[in-house]
C-alpha cells in the first residue's frame, strides 16, 4: 500500500492501482447499465431508486436534475465516472460529478472545503481515514439509513467488514467489498529454480519467514556487473504483515491506540528481518533493485522479474497489471513468523462511499451510496470485472465466481486478514514519527532495533498528549 498518504508505504514504492476498482471495459459497462437499466423497470429491483427519506423503503425516483459533488483520494477517478454512467440508467436526473483529489492532499482539502462551506457532498473513504472522519464528526451516519431500508438490507452486510468503518456506533459508510493484501508468487521463476511452490508449502503448515527467505535469495539473480536480473522478493508495500505474521502489531489497538507495540521483541524481530531480506541477504526490494528494474514493483512483477511481491488486490483476466504473468502467477498468506502466536497472515481492507454532514443533499447522496454499496457492486461482480471476496452475505455466490482459483483461498485470507492502523492521527504519525524513524532501517543507514525502540518512546508520547 508515500507518507502523506496514510498508507505505510516506506521510500517510494506505490500502493498501485489495487487500491482502487479497476476500469471497466466497454463491454463490462454497456452490460452492466443495461442489467440495471432492465431491473429498475421491474418491480421487484425498482428499489435501486432508493427509499423515500424517513420512509419504510418504497422507491422513489428524482423528477428534477440534481448533481453530486464527489471526491476521490485517488488521482483517477475514471472507475467511479464509469459508475457513475451507469448510475444515470437507474436515476437520470442525478449527476456524479467525481474529481480525483490523490492521498496526500486529500484529508487536508476536505478540512478546507469543510471550513469555506464548500464541502463535496460524497467523499469517497478508503479505509484508513475511518478514524479521522470519524473523530471530526464530518459525515452523515448511515446506519438508520441502511436499517429502515428494507430493500437495502443492511443486515446483509458482513460484520467484520462493517466493523471497518463504524466510529463509535456511527457507520460512516457501507463497506464495498474485501480487499485482501498477501503474497503474489511467479510458478516460472520458482519451478525454473527447482523451489517448492509457497502454495504448497502453505499447505504443508511449512510456509514461514525462513522458507520465504530461502526462497528470495535462491531466485535473486544479479550480472556480471552485479545488476540485478531477477528479485526474489517485493516486500515492502505492506511491511506491517511482518508483525502481524510474528504475533504483534503497531499499535495496541487499530482504531484507538494508547501505545506502540514497536518495541516489543516479535516487533523488533520483525523490523529485523525486513530490514535483512534486503540488505542482509540482498534478495529484497530496495532503491538500488528498484531502480533497475524499472522503480515500480508492480511493473517489475508483470515484466516477470519478481519471484515474489508482497501487494493487494486480485489478479485477473480483465486487469492489465499483471497480464504479461496473468498464466504464470500464484497467491498465498504472508509467511508465520517464529514467534509465539506466529501466523501466515492477510491485509485487510475495503472502501466505502460516505455522505458530508454539511452537505444539503442527504436523501439524493443516498441514493446513490445504497445503489453504489448493492446493486454496483452485484453488476462488477456478475461481469468478473472486478473479483473481490464481497462485503455482503447475499452476494458471496457471485464473489466467489468471479475469482480466480483456487477460490476458497481468498475467502481464507480476508478471514485471516488483520485491519490496518486507522486511528484519527494516522495521517501525522505516519508523516512525522513513523517514516522519519523506519525509512532509514529500510534503506541500510540505520539499526532496526534502536529505531524500534525510539519510533516507540516517540509514539508512545504522542499518544500520552493525543489521546485518540
Known sequence: MASNAIVQRPLSIPRGADAGPPRLGRRALQLGAARLAAGAA????????????????APKALDAPVTLEAWTPWTDAGSWE???TAYKSVQPNITIQWTPIGFGPYLDKVTTATASGTPPDLPYL???????????NLLLDQGPLGKKDRGFRADMIEPKALALYTYDGAVLGYPVSLTTGQVFFNRAIFAAGGRPMPDQLYKEGRWTWATMTEAAVALTRRD????????????????????NSNGTDMYDNFARPKKSRLDEPPAIAAIEWVHDVAHKHRAAW???EAKDLGGDANKAMNAGKLAMHVSWGVPHALNA???QVWDKMGWVPFPKGPAPGGKPVADLTTEAQGIMQASKQHDTAWLYCRWYQKDWQRTRLEDKANPRVASRTDLLDLSKASLPPPQDMWFEMAKNGVARPVFPDLSAVTRDI???ALNPVWAGEA?????????????????AATPQ
Open 434 to 436: 513513523i517514516n522519519p
Open 286 to 288: 530496495k532503491q538500488p
Open 42 to 57: 421491474g418491480a421487484a429491483a425498482v428499489a435501486a431508486c432508493g427509499p423515500l427519506p424517513g420512509g419504510d423503503g
Open 321 to 323: 497489471r499483471y497480464d
Open 126 to 136: 478508503d479505509n484508513q481515514h475511518q478514524g479521522f472522519f470519524g473523530k471530526n
Open 447 to 463: 539499526a532496526p532495533r534502536a529505531a524500534a525502540l525510539a519510533v516507540a518512546k516517540q509514539l508512545n508520547d504522542f499518544f
Open 82 to 84: 464509469q459508475a457513475a
Open 224 to 243: 556480471a556487473a552485479g545488476t540485478i536480473q531477477t528479485l526474489g522478493l517485493s516486500h515492502m508495500s505492506i511491511w506491517r504483515l511482518a508483525l
